[in-house]
């Protein structure tokens, strides 16, 4: 028998297994129309317990005003006058007070649970602020009007009445409706940041390709441009200019070897045209101090034929006279200034068609034309990762306020809510 007592005392009843709690699936596309009609109906049966409220505040607010005009109108005369004097502006400072409040009492709205909650509290501020600073001013006054015991008893009256309703502000059905109505806002506020964030990731992506487009056609117009026959012609153009240098400074070379071998000649027959001041001299003194630059922009073929004649009438021995002969009859300076001539005419030309052809000129416009669109793309990747993570904190919050939306209209359906896409 013990033994089948402890058999049957193990054994436990089975527990009924609880029912499963409706689901209710909403399209994320239906959720706002779906939350407003719910707020709807609910706003009317909330806003039909407040009218009760706002009734009888409309009565009292009444009772309350006229009191306030009886004080008004009431009149005291007084053996002093200058207490007279406080106390009719004390009286006047009390009802300005009591009016500000009344009137935010009066402005209360039921055009929405949200407008009613809000204007409600504005005026229960009020009438506490009214109530704290106007203390000081009915106790001044208060022995001297025979209506101020009304005043009192009817702000207290409503005082009373709105600190009582406070409690049913706190009541399921009307916390319910504020959080539902605010969790809606929050959950198309944030649905709204990520579209418009969405919209703007797109217009930059769309914006990164053109850009990278304009840079890849960029590019091979350079690549082009540095493989076409403007640029063949340019390297050509511009070797031919290297070669007329260097001609330049070769003829300025054996220029000034041919004058530095009768260079002592020249600074003797210099030396006797000193006091002559013939244009001979003034050409003399140039070729001596720079050769190249005197033959150039000179006949220096003729002043050398002026010295000879020179010389030869007058103290010179024959060996230097031979020196200058042979440089004359050489013509060395003829053919040098002809052929510089001829290579500054053809430098000018290539100068002339390399600024034509501008080749240099379009590689360097490309070349910081590919530079821009580099550091563009650049900082519109950095926008573009910077929308990315906004996205992502965005969708975060989105999927935080979604179940709190699902909560929210749990609590007034009484059934599980999602919300799908």
């Known amino acids: 028998m013990n033994f089948l007592k402890k058999i049957f005392r193990g054994k436990k009843p089975e527990e009924k297994s609880k029912e499963p709690r409706d689901f209710l699936i909403i399209r994320d596309a239906e959720i706002e129309n779906y939350v407003n009609s719910i707020l709807e109906m609910e706003e009317v049966n909330v806003l039909k317990d407040v009218q009760g409220f706002v009734f009888m505040m409309s009565e009292k607010s009444s009772n309350f005003e006229k009191s306030l005009a009886s004080l008004e109108q009431e009149n005291i005369l007084l053996p002093d006058k200058q207490v007279e004097k406080v106390v009719t502006s004390k009286r006047k400072e009390f009802l300005d007070k009591m009016r500000r409040a009344l009137e935010k009492v009066k402005n209360i709205s039921m055009s929405s649970v949200e407008d009613f909650s809000n204007t409600y509290n504005n005026a229960l501020f009020a009438l506490k602020e009214a109530n704290a600073t106007s203390l000081k001013d009915f106790i001044a006054i208060k022995d001297y009007f025979l209506t101020s015991k009304d005043v009192l008893n009817n702000f207290k009256d409503l005082f009373n009445s709105f600190s009582t309703f406070q409690e049913k502000m706190k009541s399921e059905r009307f916390v319910n409706v504020v959080e539902l109505k605010k969790a809606l806002s929050d959950y198309v506020w944030v649905k709204s940041e990520i579209l418009s964030k969405r919209k703007e990731e797109e217009e930059i992506r769309n914006k990164i390709e053109d850009r990278r487009k304009e840079l890849e056609n960029k590019k091979s117009e350079l690549i082009s441009l540095e493989n076409s026959e403007e640029m063949r012609k340019f390297f050509e153009l511009n070797k031919e200019k290297s070669k007329i240098s260097y001609r ?94 001829k290579l500054e005419r053809r430098l000018h030309e290539i100068e002339a068609e390399i600024e034509r052809i501008d080749i240099i000129g379009r590689k360097v416009r490309i070349e910081n034309e590919i530079k821009s669109l580099e550091s563009e793309i650049f900082e519109l990747e950095k926008r573009l990762k910077l929308s990315e993570e906004k996205i992502g904190e965005l969708e975060s919050i989105h999927s935080r306020v979604r179940e709190s939306l699902e909560t929210k209209i749990s609590k007034i359906v009484g059934k599980e809510v999602k919300i799908i896409v």
Do not use: G, R, W
């Not at 070729?287 to 007058?314: E, R, W």
């Open 248 to 341: 330049e400074k070769e003829l300025a070379s054996i220029c000034v070897e041919k004058i530095s071998k009768v260079e002592y000649i020249l600074k003797k027959v210099k030396k006797h045209l000193s006091s002559s001041n013939s244009k001979e001299f003034n050409v003399l003194s140039d070729l001596i101090s720079s050769p190249f630059d005197a033959a150039i922009h000179n006949d220096i073929q003729k002043t050398l034929k002026n010295v000879l004649d020179y010389m030869k009438n007058s103290n010179f021995n024959q060996e230097e006279i031979s020196k200058i002969e042979n440089l004359v009859n050489e013509s060395f300076f003829s053919k040098l200034k002809e052929e510089y001539e």
